[in-house]
């Protein structure tokens, strides 16, 4: 795929998932902003499909999503085992490390908005550490609710960003910019669930050899046990896919 083209486009029972890689979603990520379009970024895993199916509304958002990116070991299983091809996981937690990156060295700007108290602030201070080229990223408490919102949208467009990164947790950071993204007139806004967590340290993340396995997801649950009933969604997911041979399709060849 090039930063111009559209990448190839599965359906994870009706969710879509694009098969892209960090390269290559760092590069759309760029020609978007150029084009100064506005989109919508989602990190999908299992629990978002699960998730999707009992809630249209966010079963629209995710359809309506500009790109769809692979953060779920779950979703590469699925993949393999009903032959379609989905080349690497795309990690939201890694990929705001290295958006950060690209834009110390090309001048963006980002904006972080939720987690818990000083955390996003916290994840920025550590990134421009790491990146000195890095300049200022503003960030905002803030919360889904709708009486948050006006002050929100007042700070981010005063901030004129190029990329919002919004932590709410899922599905509501998704439903919150698909339903502000006009106002908002940022070019990129992606939700990062506990990136900042991990980012400012407050969370512990796998160790890369356990990511490389395919099993942060196990540590998740371990580190956070408290999520079991929401990880129920995982072995739910493993029975739909397993059970339906059309669970998961692609839905386009890319151009
Ligand atoms: N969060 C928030 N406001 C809310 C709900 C969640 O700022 O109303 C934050 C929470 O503090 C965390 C992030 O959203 O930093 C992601 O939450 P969670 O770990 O549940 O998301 P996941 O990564 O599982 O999608």
């Not at 111009?4 to 290559?24: G, I, K, Q, W």
């Not at 371990?222 to 129920?232: F, G, V």
Request: proline fraction near 6%.
């Amino acid at each position: 795929m090039s930063a111009t083209n559209s990448p190839d486009r599965h359906s994870f029972l009706s969710v879509p998932v694009d098969d892209v890689t960090y390269n290559e979603t760092l590069l759309w990520i760029e020609n978007t902003i150029q084009n100064k379009e506005l989109c919508q970024i989602c990190t999908v895993n299992p629990e978002f499909v699960i998730t999707a199916q009992n809630q249209p509304e966010f079963l629209s958002v995710l359809q309506q999503a500009s790109l769809c990116l692979p953060d779920g070991q779950g979703l590469l299983w699925a993949a393999r085992l009903h032959r379609l091809p989905l080349r690497q996981r795309v990690a939201g937690s890694t990929l705001v490390d290295l958006i950060a990156k690209r834009a110390s060295s090309k001048q963006l700007k980002l904006f972080f908005l939720g987690a818990g108290p000083g955390v996003a602030k916290l994840a920025a201070e550590n990134l421009r550490s790491k990146y000195p080229g890095l300049s200022k990223i503003n960030t905002m408490e803030g919360s889904p609710s709708i009486v948050d919102a006006p002050s929100i949208i007042q700070y981010v467009r005063e901030s004129n960003p190029d990329i919002l990164l919004v932590a709410f947790g899922a599905p509501a950071q998704d439903l919150w910019i698909n339903q502000h993204c006009k106002e908002l007139g940022v070019p990129i806004c992606m939700g990062v669930g506990g990136a900042f967590d991990f980012i400012s340290g407050r969370t512990k993340r796998a160790p890369a050899i356990v990511q490389r396995l395919g099993f942060e997801w196990l540590h998740r649950l371990w580190a956070q046990p408290w999520r079991w009933k929401r990880m129920l969604a995982l072995p739910l997911f493993v029975w739909k896919i397993v059970s339906n041979r059309h669970s998961v399709t692609k839905t386009n060849l890319g151009n």
